[in-house]
């Protein structure tokens, strides 16, 4: 009975202990999805920049 309750006492830590290896993960993956989202806009704007020189150009 003591065993069990030492397991379960050991298994409740190691679950809080890897809980911040979880929020770090967590917060890591939202970083590189706002950073794949900036390029994105980035690459839209640059897009749309040079459709507008395009078309600028094309009317001449």
Do not use: A, D, T
């Not at 003591?2 to 911040?20: A, C, I, N, T, Y």
């Amino acid at each position: 009975m003591l065993k069990q309750g030492f397991r379960q006492m050991f298994l409740g830590m190691e679950q809080v202990s890897s809980l911040p290896r979880l929020l770090n993960l967590h917060r890591l993956l939202q970083q590189k999805e706002s950073n794949q989202l900036k390029k994105e806009n980035k690459m839209k704007k640059i897009l749309y920049l040079l459709m507008h020189v395009f078309v600028r150009c094309w009317g001449c």
